[in-house]
């Protein structure tokens, strides 16, 4: 007897695992779909079906598709489906996707198997959020369901919590006007959800800082106009006159050697970041970058950050902030030697010392020429599904976490193996009993194939059930890829949540 399949029943079968209609009254003349996640049964975003003829349907941010083509009432349409992250059936002929009858008013469940630990949850930004949702006639839980402030597009999140409130700060900013938009740093406003605000699990309601125009308003103030401004390293400091929020800022071509480059200090009247140090150009490491966190070291609270690793730190004080002379790294560089030291046990030597930090570019480099062995590592994370691989982790943030009693790492990675999904779309999940590490090994939690997610930022006041559930974003782009730009999506944040009690990390860390 053979075991060969008929390709239609596999295709059938497929139709069966997949979806299920359910009959409803017309919506405006549109067939819905929805792709919710098998586990959680939550509309999944970003998931693309493409007709035979390459009419792409992407997914909103409740998971929902508002299906309208003239002529295709009755029809059986087969759709190919790409959902990063998530397992898609296939048919005889190895297609993945499914086949479905258009029927206005209808509707049908597309339920997927998520490979992710973390599940996607929504766009942050953008224009679209729940436009299909919005079409069909549903609810949404934010009050601006198709985006706020004329933003299309915005990169690299900063956020700090300030006198009651979120503040969110995005780097280039794109509109629909032109394609040009803001390069001097937007912002907006949110409520903490123990203050009012949304759960993080629905969204973010977002209250931007616009202009007369009503498009997203620069938030640093430059006197040069020259380039753009970028800032990193959002936080909060002590002053004399109490809490202070301060940010680096570099005055830039773009991805080129800045122009100038300090600290800024946010003045509440004016609702604006200005200038409040001007740092040498030479100063490559002693400035706030990325998300700083707080860590009390002998009754000191210090500042702590770094690129993704926590290898710099200034005291928490605003006169120590705008002090380069402030700043040390962690390090175990003897300075006359540029080598590893070691103290008299044979141990390396790390410290906090007036030197540029470790990375694992220096760790690789000092395994290769055998100066350290590799349990000695402090940034070289292996992939606990590859012991032999290290992970280079490129960018994100460490914060501690009360469910793990460790310091938790979200982090994308950087890799040109051609057999990587993605060259900078990798997010891992590493944890140490120290904010410096060591980070020893590594669980991968999110793949985006062929598109690039890069710095990804944890939310520590986020946090779920005493921090067993986190949350996270980051930038979602074709940016260093060859693949084409997913509308509505490209250039925006997108947030994931991870459960910490999942078994895969589980045992990866006990």
């Known amino acids: 007897m053979s075991n060969h399949v008929p390709f239609g029943l596999t295709v059938l079968l497929l139709l069966e695992f997949s979806s299920r209609a359910v009959w ?12 919710v996640d098998a586990q959680t049964g939550r509309g999944i975003p970003l998931i693309e079906l493409e007709t035979v003829d390459n009419v792409r349907n992407i997914t909103d941010s409740a998971g929902r598709i508002a299906y309208a083509e003239p002529g295709q009432s009755g029809e059986s349409i087969f759709f190919t489906v790409h959902a990063p992250g998530y397992r898609v059936p296939k048919d005889g002929f190895g297609i993945e996707g499914l086949r479905l ?15 992710n630990l973390a599940e996607r949850l929504y766009r942050c930004t953008g224009r679209g959020l729940y436009r299909d949702s919005v079409l069909l006639g549903y609810d949404t839980p934010l009050k601006h369901p198709l985006g706020s402030a004329q933003v299309a597009g915005q990169d690299s999140v900063m956020v700090a919590p300030y006198r009651g409130k979120l503040y969110w700060f995005w780097g280039d900013t794109n509109r629909l006007l032109y394609p040009l938009g803001l390069f001097r740093t937007a912002g907006a406003t949110s409520e903490l959800p123990a203050n009012g605000g949304l759960h993080p699990g629905e969204g973010v309601n977002f209250d931007y800082f616009v202009g007369d125009d009503g498009f997203a308003r620069a938030m640093a103030e430059v ?40 600290i800024m200090v946010y003045n509440d009247e004016r609702e604006i970041f200005e200038v409040a140090a001007v740092f040498p150009l030479e100063e490559t490491w002693r400035m706030l970058q990325y998300h700083p966190m707080r860590f009390n070291d002998c009754g000191v609270e210090f500042l702590e950050f770094g690129s993704p690793y926590a290898a710099t730190r200034v005291p928490a004080r605003m006169e120590a902030v705008v002090d ?19 103290n008299a046990d044979g141990a390396l030597d790390w410290q906090w010392q007036d030197s540029p930090p470790i990375t694992p570019k220096d760790e690789l480099e000092w395994l290769a020429a055998g100066l350290i062995e590799a349990d000695e590592a402090f940034y070289l ?3 606990v599904e590859d012991s032999g691989r290290h992970v280079t982790l490129h960018s994100g943030s460490v914060y501690w976490n009360e469910y793990r009693q460790r310091w938790v790492m979200i982090a994308a990675e ?8 993605s060259l900078l779309g990798e997010v891992w999940y590493t944890e140490a009993n120290s904010p410096q590490g060591p980070f020893e090994k590594a669980v991968r939690i999110v793949t985006h194939d062929k598109q ?6 944890q939310h520590p006041y986020f946090d779920d059930d005493g921090g067993r559930v986190i949350y996270f974003e980051g930038t979602y782009c074709n940016t260093f890829t060859n693949s084409p730009a997913t509308q509505r999506y490209n250039y925006n944040q997108i947030m994931y949540r991870l459960d910490l009690s999942h078994p895969d990390i589980v045992a990866a860390f006990e």
């Open 223 to 262: 006197d040069n106009p020259e380039g753009v401004v970028w800032v990193h390293g959002v936080c909060t400091v002590d002053s004399d006159e109490g809490e202070r929020m301060v940010t680096h800022y570099a005055r830039r071509p773009g991805l080129g050697d800045p122009y100038e480059q300090g």
């Open 452 to 457: 690039t997610f890069y710095n990804p930022c």
């Open 101 to 115: 009858t258009i029927e206005p008013g209808g509707r049908t469940e597309v339920r997927l198997e998520r490979i």
């Open 324 to 342: 380069p002379g402030q700043y040390k790294s962690w390090s175990c560089v003897d300075l006359a030697t540029g080598e590893p030291r070691r």
């Open 24 to 35: 409803a009254q017309p919506a405006n003349g549109f067939f819905e779909i929805q792709v």
């Open 381 to 383: 994370p292996v992939d």
């Open 414 to 421: 950087i890799t040109f193996d051609d057999e990587s999904p």
